[in-house]
């Protein structure tokens, strides 16, 4: 599945591209992404941030579009609300993770969207340097259904605060 993702990934979204992200695995419970310093570095020779918090959301949004793609979902997916936490430089490829560890506040979510066709959840990811993390991400993801990913959409109002 992760050949198929990484192709998705860049077709759909051309900054997966410009990123240089490589899909390590994508199953509905994990995704790790990798990433070359090279396109992502800035002239202190350390990636730049906003790459690697692209990276970061990217991971986590791969996840739930896998999770919503294994279910048969169409929703459309899209990041409400950001923070990320950079803990030291990252001065080589690097990686992020994102791992669903409250499959409550995702059962939630699934049934907040199948009642009301709109949902909320909060997904976190972390940024890895040969292993140990070096940032964290955490986002509010809205998935509106019934738009497909291709570009239809739904008009994005009144979210309920409760879809996870």
Do not use: K
């Amino acid at each position: 599945m992760s050949a198929e993702i990484e192709s998705y990934l860049r077709r759909r979204i051309p900054l997966a591209v410009a990123l240089g992200i490589r899909v390590r695995s994508a199953t509905p419970g994990r995704v790790e992404l990798a990433a070359p310093i090279a396109p992502n570095i800035n002239n202190g020779e350390m990636v730049f941030g906003g790459s690697a918090a692209a990276v970061a959301l990217l991971a986590a949004w791969t996840l739930l579009y896998v999770r919503e793609r294994d279910r048969g979902g169409d929703a459309q997916l899209l990041i409400q609300h950001s923070a990320m936490s950079y803990e030291r430089p990252i001065t080589r490829d690097f990686a992020a993770v994102c791992e669903l560890t409250d499959e409550a506040s995702y059962h939630r979510f699934r049934t907040t969207l199948d009642r009301w066709h709109r949902a909320r959840i909060t997904l976190r990811s972390l940024l890895l340097l040969d292993g140990e993390r070096v940032g964290s991400f955490e986002g509010d993801f809205v998935a509106l259904a019934g738009a497909r990913q291709d570009g239809g959409s739904r008009q994005n109002r009144g979210l309920r605060r409760d879809g996870g």
